[in-house]
């Protein structure tokens, strides 16, 4: 399947930067929750080299309250408009059918849905009716739930089954499929060792002929695979356990990494692929 979202560079891997419009995102929350700093933060990203700025007015945190879509899309769509007339490839991080067409008409042109489309029933028939790229990612329940749902007997497999099935509904549905990403939904009904297991196993995952997003920066699983003698460093000391775990995912197939630290990731990408590739350049 060839890879159609909007036109990104099919020769190295992507950058989502993560724009949380929120007072109690995990990482970021409260950072840019007035609109100029939002649309400030945007700008520094793309700046930095963003491919995609992945606006969100929800924090899906475990336990998050959820936020009546008036309310997000109060808080996203203007800091979605403003970088969008800027010319930067926008997508919305959002559950809600109804942020979803605000955010559309403001000019986003992908939608990040954690629960695949399935939350709201009017998600799926208005991303088919607008044929606009789609991130799909894995989870089950919902974050006030989802923790309580971890339970698999091989996490890689019901993941890959339960991605698929999405797929399943969302072709019925009449989906451009080549405009589809899936994600293994890292820290979304996963315990730290199934979260774990997945990145090892995204081969599997990228198995079913779809580009892969992976978002790992700042999480938890970090914090443990960093931490010792039962430390973990906070979400605002994790970078150098979010580059390795970036670089693992790309390793094992992932195609966009979504993060908070861009200039950095950027960077560490760059070096990655210039390795990895078939000849390094500058002689
Ligand atoms: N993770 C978060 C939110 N949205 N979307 C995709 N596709 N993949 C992810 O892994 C993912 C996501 C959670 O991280 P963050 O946005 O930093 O925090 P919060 O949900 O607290 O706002």
Same mark, same amino acid.
């Given at each position: 399947? =060839?890879?159609?979202?909007?036109?990104?560079?099919?020769?190295?891997?992507?950058?989502?930067?993560?724009?949380?419009?929120? +007072?109690?995102?995990?990482?970021?929350?409260?950072?840019?929750?007035?609109?100029?700093?939002?649309?400030?933060? %945007?700008?520094?990203?793309?700046?930095?080299?963003?491919?995609?700025?992945?606006?969100?007015?929800?924090?899906?945190?475990?336990?998050?309250? +959820?936020? &009546?879509?008036?309310?997000?899309?109060?808080?996203?769509?203007?800091?979605?408009? #403003?970088?969008?007339?800027?010319?930067?490839?926008?997508?919305?991080?959002?559950?809600?059918?109804?942020?979803?067409?605000?955010?559309?008409? #403001?000019?986003?042109?992908?939608?990040?849905?954690?629960?695949?489309?399935?939350?709201? *029933?009017?998600?799926? +028939?208005?991303?088919?009716?607008?044929?606009?790229?789609?991130?799909?990612?894995?989870?089950?329940?919902?974050?006030?739930?989802?923790?309580?749902?971890?339970? !698999?007997?091989?996490?890689?497999?019901?993941?890959?089954?339960?991605? #698929?099935?999405?797929?399943?509904?969302?072709?019925?549905?009449?989906?451009?499929?080549?405009?589809?990403?899936?994600? *293994?939904?890292?820290?979304?009904?996963?315990?730290? =060792? /199934?979260?774990?297991?997945?990145?090892?196993?995204?081969?599997?995952?990228?198995?079913?002929? !779809?580009?892969?997003?992976?978002?790992?920066?700042?999480?938890?699983?970090?914090?443990?695979?960093?931490?010792?003698?039962?430390?973990? &460093?906070?979400?605002?000391?994790?970078?150098?356990? =979010?580059?390795?775990?970036?670089?693992?995912?790309? =390793?094992?197939?992932?195609?966009?990494?979504?993060?908070?630290?861009?200039?950095?990731?950027? /960077?560490?990408?760059?070096?990655?692929?210039?390795?990895?590739?078939?000849?390094?350049? %500058?002689?």
């Amino acid at each position: 399947m =060839s890879f159609l979202w909007p036109d990104l560079p099919p020769e190295r891997p992507a950058v989502m930067g993560i724009l949380n419009v929120t +007072p109690d995102s995990f990482s970021d929350g409260g950072r840019h929750s007035d609109p100029a700093a939002a649309i400030a933060a %945007g700008r520094a990203m793309a700046a930095a080299g963003a491919d995609i700025l992945d606006i969100g007015g929800e924090s899906t945190r475990p336990g998050a309250r +959820p936020v &009546p879509p008036e309310e997000e899309c109060r808080r996203v769509v203007p800091v979605i408009a #403003a970088l969008a007339a800027a010319g930067h490839r926008v997508s919305v991080d959002t559950r809600n059918a109804a942020t979803m067409a605000a955010a559309l008409e #403001a000019g986003a042109v992908i939608v990040n849905d954690v629960s695949a489309l399935a939350h709201d *029933p009017r998600a799926l +028939p208005l991303v088919a009716a607008r044929g606009c790229a789609v991130v799909l990612m894995h989870m089950r329940g919902t974050p006030a739930t989802m923790a309580s749902l971890a339970h !698999y007997d091989d996490v890689v497999a019901e993941v890959r089954e339960e991605l #698929a099935a999405r797929l399943a509904v969302c072709r019925a549905a009449g989906l451009r499929m080549e405009a589809i990403a899936l994600d *293994p939904g890292i820290g979304f009904a996963k315990t730290r =060792s /199934q979260n774990a297991a997945l990145l090892r196993g995204l081969p599997a995952l990228a198995a079913l002929g !779809y580009p892969l997003l992976v978002g790992l920066s700042r999480k938890s699983l970090i914090g443990a695979l960093a931490g010792t003698g039962g430390e973990e &460093p906070p979400p605002g000391a994790r970078l150098p356990g =979010s580059l390795a775990g970036a670089l693992f995912a790309l =390793s094992r197939g992932a195609r966009i990494l979504r993060v908070h630290d861009v200039a950095e990731t950027v /960077q560490a990408v760059r070096v990655w692929g210039a390795l990895a590739g078939p000849e390094v350049p %500058g002689g």
